[in-house]
């Protein structure tokens, strides 16, 4: 549906870029997830949330010093970022799809 959405649009807002890269992770897809999220999140991102999931999708896809150096800029975006607030605000109804990603995203440095 992203990719439909993308195609619909003649300047696309980025944050569509983001959802397909959280797709393709959650669906298995993790190097195409890294390339599509590192693309999304050049520059100077304002915002930690794509950067999570590129996080977890560098965690993922065994990549562990690209996963903590994204990990520190998320802390350095949102200082007071946890695992436990990114639970609290989770999308993710299945249990098993959390804590994969909580698994990633600690693995990448983020605090609980």
Not at 5 to 13: C, E, G, Q, T
Not at 24 to 31: E, I
Not at 36 to 56: D, V, Y
Not at 66 to 90: D, V, W
């Amino acid at each position: 549906l992203i990719n439909r959405a993308n195609s619909l649009r003649p300047v696309p807002p980025q944050w569509y870029d983001w959802l397909r890269g959280r797709a393709y992770r959650l669906t298995g897809r993790v190097d195409e997830a890294v390339d599509i999220l590192a693309t999304a999140t050049r520059g100077t991102p304002t915002s930690a949330i794509p950067l999570i999931e590129l996080a977890a999708a560098y965690s993922e896809a065994n990549k562990p010093a690209l996963a903590k150096r994204t990990a520190a800029e998320i802390l350095r975006l949102s200082p007071n970022f946890t695992l436990s607030y990114g639970i609290a605000t989770s999308p993710y109804k299945n249990a098993e799809i959390l804590d994969k990603e909580i698994a990633a995203l600690r693995a990448a440095g983020l605090p609980d």
